[in-house]
């Protein structure tokens, strides 16, 4: 049967299920299914559906990959039962040294292993295998004659460790040595060298019988592959009875081919012989166990719900200070490493950790650069509108953020091919695989509820689950994907969360996460020594007001703030006055304000502002002139280029804003006035750049939209009459589109529209290309035809002088 023929005799729902786990092949929806099946045997293609099947899965393509089809079920049953029952790899293959023609399938070596693989019936899962394999049109035919799609073998390189059959192996030998070749291993044998040389390695066992030890172990040595090697001198001719070495013995009997000037391959016939007629040396049909501790599911949400209000908590934090004091952005884009190790200190957290927080805050779009690449870090507005929002909503965006972001926070540090560290919010730190690897990783943990799986035993299951996706960066993505989960809060012990479960599967996180979370506290406890102690996660507001107010001095259970003369002044400088000060201390805390606190809110707040910084360029004014002379006295001023105007009034060429700050690195706390003698309070808290579109939520890797699957089967249905319509057309004659006189296709339109029935009709495009369309009139006005067009699966408009004919179907 015809692959396309195959293809064209599915069912709606076989091709819905089709599209939806092979989404890659309908963008953009062919025109025909012709189409469809020319597309789904692309190379591209079959390779994306490969990285999708599991070990067994793709254990049964290999198997119909290095056998003559078409294939019978009960024969791959056959071999597919004996890879299954060689339960220890290491005991199989030297029993397969041994062989001498025998088909083996493995002997009891008496470990419970192997009695359990040899006591599995193979049927179920070889049944379910194919049902898959069909339903990926990877494999087609009947039971009784199973075919491999087209395209598929080559695709394949080296399937199961085999090579190419003789006849591909010796292909680029020539005829003369083949002939001889043939001679040496098969005299009196007729047909042309190749083909004498293949019939003589489908039984090598008398060659194989013929060569030394040393020859049999490097035939051993590549039997299970990679069946490849590297010798010098490999295209030499050589005859079997001037053999010098092991490699030469081998060549010469055709047990080896030269494919290149140093490499050798063993043919898949002398393979298949070493192993004893098995393709694959062990096979389990179901994924590896996973190991590891049990964890109570109560106590998992519980440690989770708090990793995640102290990560939302982080990011929160991050964006107040960086609000205040944005770190620059480097010259070649990114986050400096001393600006990471600041906010490392300032959250109180591992470098990595700080790392990860910049890393999803950005990617959420909560923090961007302003300025161009020599600007600065800064919130966007977005993060206004994120601040506002419940908890647990909040770190549903963030988590989501962390799952769907193609960044990679866990190679911060490392260095690439050329030893350049790689900067946080660097472009380098992009790989495209991440979402994925996170998805599969924590599917794996989503199979063992209530398990914290040990780190081998889950690499261990995606190694099953996606054999061909193995690799050294796809363990270290693995890692940091299960030691960021963990800090993100999806995670809890190891073991997946009942809300981190409902994140990845699309239900509501939030809800579930709402009632674990912490009740935030509206209170502090003022002590004497200039500490305040929040007794629990203070709301978002009192947050932002400590923080701004005072310095963090440590965290835990909880969290110790320290006020300072800076602290004040940095409050007072956002428009904050004394009095608001000690109004907002003795609300909000459940002590009485200490004296000293006090005390030192008004010393600060009756320094602050007795020096004016006003426009010259800029002046500075001030009614104390003792202190105008200790400022032009001060060594530091010598840059402002200072002028005294009069006692109180000094003169100065630098701009206003950067006097101030002069001033304020200094040690003086001035403000700023305008021409009117105004104070002007700069609101340093509200700095806030473009916001950034947060990374968009990711599809399914395996899936597509149930209606969006329809609608494209609907049009490939359509679009395939069409085809065969155009092939052969009922109305048309000599297989063209149909044309016909222009009242003679207004007048069939009419009547369409009346009867509510389909037309073929021919339509000439932009271009003056003549294609064909099967369509559902609906109304005829103002020289254009609307209708539902079948083959686009939508509403279109047609204009009426370009439509050659109509046909009916």
């Known amino acids: 049967m015809e692959f396309t023929e195959w293809i064209r005799g599915r069912t709606d729902e076989q091709l819905r299920a089709l599209v939806s786990a092979r989404p890659e092949l309908i963008t953009p929806v062919p025109a025909h299914l012709e189409g469809l099946a020319s597309r789904a045997a692309s190379p591209s293609a079959i390779a994306r559906v490969l990285d999708r099947l599991d070990r067994f899965t793709l254990a049964v393509v290999e198997t119909l990959a290095v056998r003559e089809e078409p294939l019978p079920k009960d024969a791959l049953r056959a071999l597919i039962a004996a890879a299954l029952a060689a339960d220890d790899p290491d005991d199989a293959q030297a029993d397969d040294a041994r062989t001498s023609g025998s088909r083996a399938t493995g002997a009891s070596n008496g470990k419970a292993g192997g009695k359990r693989a040899r006591s599995a019936d193979p049927e179920p899962a070889l049944t379910a295998a194919l049902d898959r394999l069909r339903e990926l049109a990877l494999v087609y035919g009947p039971d009784d004659a199973l075919h491999l799609g087209p395209g598929v073998r080559k695709v394949l390189d080296d399937p199961a460790g085999l090579g190419p059959s003789a006849t591909d192996a010796f292909r680029h030998h020539a005829p003369e040595q083949l002939t001889e070749m043939a001679d040496d291993v098969a005299p009196g044998t007729t047909g042309t060298g190749k083909e004498r040389l293949a019939a003589a390695l489908t039984d090598p066992a008398g060659l194989i019988g013929s060569v030394s030890p040393e020859a049999r172990a490097a035939l051993d040595q590549l039997a299970w592959g990679p069946p490849t090697g590297r010798v010098p001198n490999a295209r030499r001719e050589v005859r079997i009875e001037s053999a010098r070495s092991p490699i030469e013995e081998l060549l010469a009997r055709g047990l080896l081919a030269a494919t290149g000037e140093e490499s050798v391959t063993l043919p898949r016939e002398v393979a298949l012989y070493l192993r004893g007629g098995r393709v694959h ?278 969290t110790v703030y320290r006020f300072s003369e800076q602290s004040i002044r940095r409050a007072l400088d956002a428009g904050h006055g004394g009095e608001e000060l000690v109004s907002m201390l003795a609300r909000h805390s459940a002590t009485p304000v200490p004296q000293a606190l006090s005390y030192l809110v008004t010393d600060v707040a009756r320094r602050h502002g007795r020096i004016r910084v006003g426009t010259a360029s800029a002046y500075i004014r001030c009614d104390d002139p003792a202190l105008l002379d200790q400022i032009t006295a001060d060594r530091r001023s010598a840059a402002l280029r200072l002028r005294r105007l009069a006692p109180t009034v000094i003169a100065s060429r630098s701009s206003r804003a950067a006097l101030v700050d002069s001033l304020r690195a200094m040690g003086y706390a001035p403000v700023a006035e305008s021409l009117d003698g105004d104070v002007i309070i700069s609101q340093l808290e509200n700095r806030r750049t473009e916001a950034l579109a947060p990374a968009r939520a990711m599809a399914p890797p395996n899936g597509l939209d149930a209606e969006v699957a329809a609608a494209a089967v609907r049009a490939l249905r359509a679009g395939d009459a069409a085809h065969l319509s155009r092939r052969e057309p009922a109305d048309a004659p000599g297989g063209g589109v149909p044309r016909g006189p222009a009242t003679a296709t207004i007048s069939a339109l009419q009547e369409a529209i009346k009867q509510g029935v389909r037309v073929w009709i021919g339509y000439l495009d932009s271009q003056g290309n003549a294609t064909s369309r099967i369509l559902e009139p609906a109304r005829m006005e103002g020289g254009y035809l609307t209708a539902y067009d079948e083959t686009r699966a939508a509403v279109h408009r047609f204009a009426l002088h370009r439509i050659t004919g109509v046909a009916g179907l």
């Open 281 to 558: 040396r062990g096979l389990l049909a179901v994924p590896p166990p996973l190991q590891g501790a049990a964890r109570d599911q109560k106590l998992t949400d519980r440690t989770a719900a708090g990793q995640a209000f102290s990560f939302v908590r982080s990011v929160e934090e991050l964006c107040e200070r960086w609000s205040v004091e944005p770190p620059g952005v480097l010259r070649t884009g990114g986050l400096g490493v001393r600006d990471l190790k600041r906010a490392s200190a300032e959250l109180d957290v591992p470098e990595w950790v700080a790392a990860l927080v910049i890393e999803v805050a950005h990617a959420a779009g909560l923090i961007a650069a302003g300025g161009g690449v020599d600007g600065e870090w800064l919130p966007t507005a977005g993060y206004d509108l994120w601040r506002v929002r419940s908890t647990a909503d909040r770190w549903v965006t963030l988590a989501a953020t962390w799952l769907h972001m193609d960044r990679v926070p866990g190679l911060v540090g490392d260095r690439d091919e050329r030893d350049r560290p790689f900067n946080a919010l660097h472009t380098d730190l992009r790989r495209s695989s991440a979402p994925g690897v996170r998805a599969a990783t924590l599917g794996v943990l989503a199979a063992a509820p209530g398990l914290a799986p040990d780190r081998d035993a889950v690499l261990e299951r995606l190694a099953w689950e996606q054999p061909r996706r193995r690799g050294p960066l796809r363990q270290q993505l693995t890692e940091f994907t299960l030691r960021e989960a963990e800090q993100v809060g999806v995670t809890g012990l190891g073991a997946l969360s009942a809300h981190g479960r409902l994140l990845t599967e699309g239900g509501d996180a939030a809800g579930a996460l709402a009632p674990l979370l912490p009740e935030p506290v509206d209170h502090v406890l003022l002590q004497a020594d200039l500490t305040a102690v929040a007794p629990g996660p203070l709301t978002s507001e009192l947050n932002r007001w400590m923080t701004l107010t005072a310095d963090v001095e440590s965290k835990g259970g909880a």
